[in-house]
Structures are given as C-alpha cells and as structure tokens.
C-alpha cells in the first residue's frame, strides 16, 4: 500500500517543543538516545522530524528538510557524548529511511548525499573519495563552517594540478618537436 504523505506547512521546532520525548522518539528518523552509558532519553538527540504527531503522516516538506545536505541529515553532528560507531549506525538508517520516502514521494532517488550516506553511491571525483577517507563525507556544503572550506579547498587544488598535468603534457610535447628537429639539422 503507497505511503500517504501530509502537504500541509511544517514547522520543526514547533513539532519538537509540542511532543514528549516519547512521542517525538517516534516522529524523528534519527534518534540518538539509547548508546551504553545514557541515563534517560533527551530531546536534543531526536534529530530530523518528519510527522506531526506519532500517527500522522510523513511531512513532504519535514522529508524535503531532512534530505538537505544544508539543514537536514547533511547537517546533523554527531554529539560529542554519542559514541561514533552508534551514531554511523543511527545516521546510515536514517539514510536509508530518507531514500525510501523519498522514492515514494517523489518517484525518484533521493539526493546523491543521503545515497551515499546510506552506502547506495560511491562518491564521484577522487576529490570526494579523499573527503570521505577523511571522514568528511556527507557535511554540509553550503558555507556551514570548515568542512566546505575545505572541501572548496580540495576542489581548487585538484584543478591546479590538473592545469599543472595539462602545461606539462604541452611542454613535454613541445620538447619532442624541439628534439626531433636537432636530429634533422
């Protein structure tokens, strides 16, 4: 049976201050209460909203937020008390989760960025491939700290040596001609 989806505005912090922490446990796709050593479940560790209340629908518009790289599952830290193999595990099936809604609701795949979060897409340019050895795969790109920096930083670097690989390729080339002409004279 397709999923129904609720077309109504969304208006997160309203939802998250409106629910118990209960109630929003079950209306979030990520939930990060749980890891060895938590005492009680918090608000704050309920991350990317995405229904009113436990029994409505899935927000198309709390979906479109939660697949944002800028401000959905792109932007979601991992708190500094959370464990880091816990909250892996808690963003790629939030990932996941995203990537089915999202196929549902839009009849297509979601964003590159939650794909490859959820594992479905390896990243594209050796540039990202570097990024995502580092651990930086996934954060947000739109001026949100260091991580685009340094991603802007990457980029620009790998078409400096590109350029740098294109002038020597012509030099090189330019220095056969010059050798192959003293042969002749």
Not at 26 to 36: E, P, Q
Not at 142 to 168: A, S
Request: net charge negative.
């Amino acid at each position: 049976m397709p999923q129904k989806f609720d077309e109504s505005e969304w208006d997160g912090p309203a939802v998250k201050a409106d629910l118990s922490v209960e109630d929003l446990r079950k209306v979030c796709l990520m939930d990060l209460n749980g890891y060895d050593g938590q005492e009680e479940p918090v608000k704050v560790l309920c991350k990317l909203p995405v229904k009113k209340t436990p029994d409505s629908a899935v927000n198309i518009n709390a979906l479109r937020a939660a697949g944002s790289e800028a401000r959905g599952i792109g932007a979601v830290e991992k708190p500094a008390d959370v464990p880091q193999g816990f909250y892996d595990k808690k963003r790629k099936i939030a990932a996941n989760k995203i990537a089915s809604l999202w196929k549902q609701a839009f009849d297509k795949d979601a964003p590159a960025m939650v794909l490859r979060i959820a594992g479905e897409v390896e990243p594209e340019t050796d540039v990202d491939k570097v990024l995502a050895g580092l651990g930086f795969w996934g954060y947000p790109s739109e001026n949100d700290g260091p991580i685009p920096t340094l991603r802007e930083e990457v980029y620009e670097i790998h078409q400096r040596i590109d350029e740098l690989v294109r002038m020597m390729e012509k030099v090189h080339s330019m220095v056969e001609e010059v050798y192959d002409l003293s042969q002749f004279g």
